[in-house]
């Protein structure tokens, strides 16, 4: 039981160039989650899928689309990198049921800079 | 909007001294709040939660207690320990909705020495 993982771990990217930056779960949490986490400012919730087949804009949307490919899977794609969205992301989920309802389980993040 | 407010850190104790971090929110109706912590290099797991007034979540030594008429969720600690040595966040939750998206604090940097 991996829990929630995330690939890669680190990344470098030249400005205007894309990537998209991968997460699974393996618990069958409904709920999926991406955040950016910069100095000074803690998580911001970026965009959110409440259960597979559906996605929302959170927090700082812009610059980013998502994909929840299936109950196990939730993408994030910058199309454009652009140096403010230099940052850590992480991937969460969230169980509906028992225990972790109310529990966000977090992924170990990926280190992003863009240049 | 919500919003939680943290004290500014790092905080930097002596080992086996006494821990607070100060957190205060601000949201419509009952929320749930959590104290989540983050070691280096890793990502945030849950270290206690309460769900409703007076509520005291409690773990690996660490307490906070609910207060609503103040507005707060302080964690505290009897004794710190080198390995305490985190980021630790405070959040809310607003219970409503299927979503259950979560508003964090900006995080407080302890930094344990013996």
Partial sequence: N????????????????SMTLQCAQ????????????DPGMGLRLIYYSASEGTTDK?????????????????????????????????CASRGTSGISTYEQYFGPGTRLTVT | GDS??????????????????NCTYTATGYPSLFWYVQ???????????????DDKGSNKGFEATYRKETTSFHLEKGSVQVSDSAV????????????????????????VTL
């Fill in chain 2, 39 to 53: 070691y280096p290099g890793e990502g945030l797991q849950l270290l206690l939660k309460a769900t409703k007034a």
């Fill in chain 1, 58 to 90: 959170g927090e700082v949307p812009n610059g980013y689309n998502v994909s929840r490919l299936n109950k196990r899977e939730f993408s994030l794609r910058l199309e454009s990198a652009a140096p403010s969205q230099t940052s850590v992301y992480f």
């Fill in chain 1, 26 to 37: 393996d618990m069958n949490h409904n709920s999926m989650y991406w955040y950016r986490q």
């Fill in chain 2, 88 to 111: 630790y966040f405070c959040a809310l939750r607003r219970n409503t909705g299927t979503a259950s998206k979560l508003t964090f604090g900006t995080g407080t940097r302890l930094q």
């Fill in chain 2, 4 to 21: 939680v407010t943290q004290m500014e850190g790092p905080v930097t104790l002596s080992e086996e001294a006494f821990l607070t971090i």
């Fill in chain 1, 2 to 17: 991996a829990g929630v993982t995330q690939t890669p771990k680190f990344q470098v990217l030249k400005t205007g160039q």
